[in-house]
Nanobody, 116 residues
Framework: QVQLVESGGGLVQPGGSLRLSCEAS????????MNWYRQAPGKQRELVAR???????NYADSVKGRFTISRDNAKNTVYLQMNSLKPEDTAVYYC??????????WGQGTQVTVSS
């Protein structure tokens, strides 16, 4: 059974930092591309950052220079370091593991709220 378990969300003031973690089980983690998406109230889910199985990374323009995605294959975990957080970063953040259309898995999401 595949599980993706996110952690690390919470309430933070503008300008603050959070680190999200997503631990995977039930998959061969090292061959999967790993992605972080987010969905704000009333908005569509959007891709925030991705890291390929060989650790190439891409970011949404809105988070470039502030967010860093990384992975630890030994721990089956992907991370999202979020710095200089803004109120518009408030959303539910989802971890996604993708290998192929039939191997596409999602976590339950973790809430990030940026507010003073």
């Amino acid at each position: 059974q595949v599980q993706l378990v996110e952690s690390g969300g919470g309430l933070v003031q503008p300008g603050g930092s959070l680190r999200l973690s997503c631990e995977a089980s039930g998959i061969i983690f090292s061959i999967y591309g790993m992605n972080w998406y987010r969905q704000a109230p009333g908005k569509q889910r959007e891709l925030v950052a991705r890291i390929t199985h060989f650790s190439s990374t891409n970011y949404a323009d809105s988070v470039k220079g502030r967010f860093t995605i990384s992975r630890d294959n030994a721990k089956n975990t992907v991370y999202l370091q979020m710095n200089s957080l803004k109120p518009e970063d408030t959303a539910v953040y989802y971890c996604n593991a993708y290998y192929a259309a039939t191997n596409d898995y999602w976590g339950q999401g973790t809430q990030v709220t940026v507010s003073s």
